[in-house]
């Protein structure tokens, strides 16, 4: 988390897209409000309950996701796969594309 923040520092405005853990990472490090962090979507994010960010966050969770219930996202989208499969359905890229339009970075 530590080198990821340290590269935030250099890289500027990011919107940080996660796939399971890696999710889990970027809410983190939007929990910890780093000026870099535009927004964040997660793929399949291991979270349940109230997740509370003050940047964006956009949610995408497998059938068996979509069974924790989770509050707070902008956005949660429930897709009839398995978590695995999560990055690589065009269904999802098409979403996460709309997503990043959405979101300003300045």
């Known amino acids: ?38 927004a964040v979507i997660g793929l399949g994010t291991p979270l349940a309950g109230k997740v509370v960010l003050d940047v964006p966050y956009y949610e995408c969770r497998s059938i068996l996701g979509s069974l924790l219930p989770i509050w707070g996202p902008n956005e949660v989208k429930n897709t009839y796969c398995l978590h695995l499969f999560l990055p690589l359905l065009p269904c999802v890229h098409e979403w996460i594309i709309k997503k990043l339009q959405q979101i300003e970075l300045t």
Not at 14 to 25: D, N, Q, R, T
């Open 1 to 38: 988390l530590a080198q990821l923040a340290k590269q935030l520092d250099v890289t500027g405005p990011v919107v940080l897209v996660g796939h399971s853990a890696g999710g889990l990472l970027a809410v983190t490090l939007a929990r910890a409000e780093h000026p870099n962090v535009r």
